[in-house]
């Protein structure tokens, strides 16, 4: 085992570490501290219900007269009450922030956004607009509860004792990026080694076509922008290249394997050895001195999207196994009431 990812690492790629050291290069975000009660509710899975008084349109009563909504249901030999949580402050920042990013946001935690849970959304993406999409999807994603209960899962200095991290709601301004434009790129001692198409499951042809420019688009913005900035030098880079040809940073990941390696292996992108680009053809012909740029070849290579795995959702697994039933309740209250907000606001698109 190569693979020697240390805590320092992990705690180095959180977004509140790197944002500031690269804000022009990426998307405009803001970071709110996650407040212990909503860390707390987050990791309840007893409940997935939320209050419906978040509506981000102009309201600006200050009374609570829509807010407190209490869910009773009866047990075989007690009567239950489930209160709704509330968290009027941290609503209150959630919308601001929101608005100050035009309205949409996308939604993570210090590493993690919620990929695995877009399936429950009523919109099945990670945009969000009010404090109860963002739960929604957090409750329901495994990436979040890996962040908040198991961060340094992976790390070889299990001997260390575990830094202490402050948690926080990363929200980004909503962006439509193109699958085709994403990247991942590995950083190894500050060089960087490999670039694979981060949808890898798919066939572009102009990533073919343009094999060439995107690499070299990719390999200048590395050497202008980021190498030798970070904390690091072992990391792994997302960007985003635009429909202008201008490359923008997305992401920075542990040098690790928590992290996906899409087309490499983590064994031979930490061997030491240099990687052949290429499509590993066994054409040992050494690229000079370049990263290895891999990508999908043809629609034969096709393979099925990874989060596919994840979409059955934890809480109908709990249902069929009649172990907790009071969670489709809460789970259809829910979209119910993010029904009502949605036709209250007027359908817009
Ligand atoms: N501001 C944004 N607006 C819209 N979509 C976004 C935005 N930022 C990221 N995305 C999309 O969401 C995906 C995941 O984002 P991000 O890389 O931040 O998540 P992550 O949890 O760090 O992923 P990974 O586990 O692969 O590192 C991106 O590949 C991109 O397609
Ligand atoms: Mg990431």
């Not at 009773?72 to 941290?90: G, I, L, M, N």
């Not at 993690?112 to 993406?125: G, K, Y």
């Not at 830094?163 to 929200?171: A, F, K, N, R, T």
């Not at 201008?246 to 030491?272: A, C, H």
Request: net charge negative.
């Amino acid at each position: 085992m190569n693979c020697s990812m240390k805590k320092e690492q992990v705690v180095n790629c959180q977004f509140s570490v790197w944002y500031p050291l690269f804000k022009k290069h990426t998307i405009k975000s803001l970071i709110l501290p996650l407040p212990q009660n909503v860390i707390d509710y987050l990791l309840d899975d007893g409940t997935l219900v939320v209050s419906g008084g978040d509506h981000n349109t102009q309201q600006t009563n200050s009374s609570d007269s829509d807010a407190e909504e209490d869910i009773q249901w009866s047990d075989d030999e007690t009567t239950t009450t489930v209160t709704a949580p509330e968290f009027p402050e941290f609503t209150s920042t959630v919308l601001e922030a929101i608005n100050v990013l035009g309205g949409r946001a996308f939604p993570k935690l210090n590493w993690s956004a919620p990929r695995d849970a877009n399936w429950i959304a009523l919109n099945s993406s990670l945009q969000c607009q009010t404090l109860s999409d963002i739960f929604l999807l957090f409750k329901s994603s495994d990436f979040i509860t890996h962040d908040l209960t198991q961060p340094f899962l992976r790390c070889s200095d299990h001997d260390t004792p575990d830094p202490v991290i402050s948690y926080e709601l990363v929200l980004r301004k909503w962006s439509e990026l193109i699958p085709g434009g994403e990247f991942r790129c590995f950083v190894k001692e500050n060089k960087l080694i490999g670039i694979s198409p981060r949808d890898y499951t798919q066939y572009y042809h102009h990533i073919s076509k343009q094999e060439e420019q995107l690499s070299q688009s990719i390999q200048e913005f590395f050497s202008q922008h980021i190498q030798y900035n970070f904390l690091d030098e072992d990391f792994v880079l997302d960007v985003y290249r635009d429909s202008w040809g201008k490359v923008w940073l997305i992401d920075i990941n542990p040098f690790g394997e928590v992290t996906d390696s899409l087309l490499f292996t983590w064994e031979e992108l930490t061997s030491g050895n240099s990687i052949s680009g290429g499509q590993q053809d066994g054409d040992v012909a050494q690229q000079q001195e370049g990263p290895a740029f891999r990508y999908t070849t043809s629609e034969v290579t096709v393979q099925p999207s990874p989060c596919l795995s994840y979409r059955i959702p934890r809480d109908f697994v709990d249902l069929s196994t009649g172990e907790d039933a009071y969670k489709l309740i809460d789970f259809l209250k829910l979209k119910k009431s993010q029904q009502e907000e949605d036709e209250e606001r007027g359908e817009q698109p």
